[in-house]
């Protein structure tokens, strides 16, 4: 089994920044992407940011351009998410996901696109 370990969460004022980790461990898997999606309480799981593994390209949902930076580290398989200027409605818990299978560019969207998740990390925003 695959397991992921989101970390970097937490209370921050608006206008703030976090930067959030994901690391993932387990059993020999291939990765051919990472995303970070969000779910605020009595909302669906939204797409924030996604990374291809093998090119970096990188693709955002419209609440977080301009604002959010997805990253990698290679070296410890390790994704990123840097969030500038949040805001109140940034407020969620944030999920973790990973591609294990090769699957078509538009599915990093989707949350039915990932293979694994993690058990997400809270980010508040107060105003």
Do not use: H
Not at 85 to 109: F, H, I, Q
């Amino acid at each position: 089994q695959v397991q992921l370990v989101e970390s970097g969460g937490g209370l921050v004022q608006a206008g703030g920044s976090l930067r959030l980790s994901c690391v993932p461990s387990g059993r020999t898997f291939s990765t051919y992407g990472m995303g970070w999606f969000r779910q605020a309480p009595g909302k669906e799981r939204e797409f924030v940011a996604a990374i291809k593994w093998n090119d970096d390209t990188t693709y955002y949902g419209d609440s977080g351009k301009g604002r959010f930076t997805i990253s990698r580290d290679n070296a410890n398989n390790t994704v990123y998410l840097q969030m500038n200027n949040l805001k109140p409605e940034d407020t969620a818990v944030y999920y973790c996901g990973l591609r294990a299978r090769p699957k078509y560019n538009g599915s990093y969207y989707r949350a039915g696109g990932y293979d694994y998740w993690g058990q997400g990390t809270q980010v508040t925003v107060s105003s």
